[in-house]
C-alpha cells in the first residue's frame, strides 16, 4: 500500500516569496491534515480537510496561508508571502477518519527555509 | 482543550535496556486516545502505540507498552530491550474520541540509545 506522499523534499526560498507544497493521501483516506513542524517542536495542526470540506483551520494564518482539496484528493497548501518565522518542516497526514482509533499516517514533509 | 506535556528534552539509554518515555496530559473531554509516535531523521512520523481513555489495559505493541494512568493524566511510553534503531524523537499525543478530530502533539523527547 503506497503511503502519503508530498513534495518537493526540500525548498528554499527568500522572505516575501510564495511556495506551494503537495500532497497526495493513502487512497480511500477521507481526512486530510498539514502540519507544521517548527525545529526542536512538536507538529501543530495548520488545517483538517473532511474529503473537499475544511474541519479546522483555527491555527492556519489566513492572511499568508491557503489551502484546497480538489475532488477530496490531493491537497496544496500555499505560503504568500513567506516570513522568516514559516522555516519549518510542513507534514501531511491522512487518516480513514471512521475508525475508532483513527490513527494518522504521515508523510516525510516538506522542509522550508525562508531566508 | 487539550495539552500534552512530555518534560524530558533527552533520554539516554544503553542497548538493551528498559526505557521510559514521560507524558502528561490535561483534558476535559470525557473520552480520548492517547497516542505515541516515532520520528527518526528521516522526518516521517511513525505510529507506534495507541491507548483508549476507556480501554481496561495497558497497550501493548511488541517491545513498546503504555503506563496509563487515568488519574494521574500519565500515558508513559516503555520501551524494552532498546535497539540502536529505536535513536529517534517521540511524541505523545491525543485527541477525542471519534471520528475526525486531529491529534494534539506535546513537545517530544529525544531518545539516544548507546552501545
Known amino acids: 500500500e503506497a503511503g502519503v506522499a508530498q513534495s518537493p523534499r526540500y525548498k528554499i526560498i527568500e522572505k516575501r516569496q510564495s511556495v506551494a507544497f503537495w500532497c497526495n493521501p493513502i487512497s480511500g483516506h477521507a481526512t486530510l491534515y498539514w502540519y507544521q513542524q517548527i525545529l526542536g517542536q512538536g507538529p501543530k495542526l495548520l488545517i483538517q480537510?473532511?474529503?473537499?470540506?475544511?474541519?479546522?483551520d483555527s491555527q492556519l494564518p489566513k492572511d499568508r496561508f491557503s489551502a484546497e482539496r480538489l475532488k477530496g484528493v490531493d491537497s496544496t497548501l500555499k505560503i504568500q508571502p513567506a516570513k522568516l518565522e514559516d522555516s519549518a518542516v510542513y507534514l501531511c497526514?491522512?487518516?480513514?477518519?471512521?475508525?475508532?482509533?483513527?490513527?494518522?499516517?504521515f508523510g516525510s514533509g516538506t522542509q522550508l527555509s525562508v531566508l | 482543550a487539550q495539552k500534552i506535556t512530555q518534560t524530558q528534552p533527552g533520554m539516554f539509554v544503553q542497548e538493551k535496556e528498559a526505557v521510559t518515555l514521560d507524558c502528561t496530559y490535561d483534558?476535559?473531554?470525557?473520552?480520548?486516545?492517547l497516542f505515541w509516535y516515532k520520528q527518526p531523521s528521516s522526518g516521517e512520523m511513525i505510529f507506534l502505540i495507541y491507548q483508549g481513555s476507556y480501554d481496561q489495559q495497558n497497550a501493548t505493541e511488541g517491545r513498546y507498552s503504555l503506563n496509563f494512568q487515568k488519574a494521574r493524566k500519565s500515558a508513559n511510553l516503555v520501551i524494552s530491550a532498546s535497539q540502536l534503531g529505536d535513536s529517534a524523537m517521540y511524541f505523545c499525543?491525543?485527541?477525542?474520541?471519534?471520528?475526525?478530530?486531529?491529534?494534539?502533539f506535546g513537545k517530544g523527547t529525544s531518545l539516544l540509545v548507546t552501545p
Open positions: 499525543a491525543m485527541r477525542p474520541q471519534g471520528a475526525g478530530y486531529a491529534l494534539n
Open positions: 483534558t476535559s473531554d470525557p473520552s480520548y486516545g
Open positions: 497526514a491522512s487518516s480513514l477518519g471512521q475508525t475508532k482509533v483513527g490513527k494518522l499516517f
Open positions: 480537510f473532511q474529503n473537499n470540506g475544511v474541519v479546522d
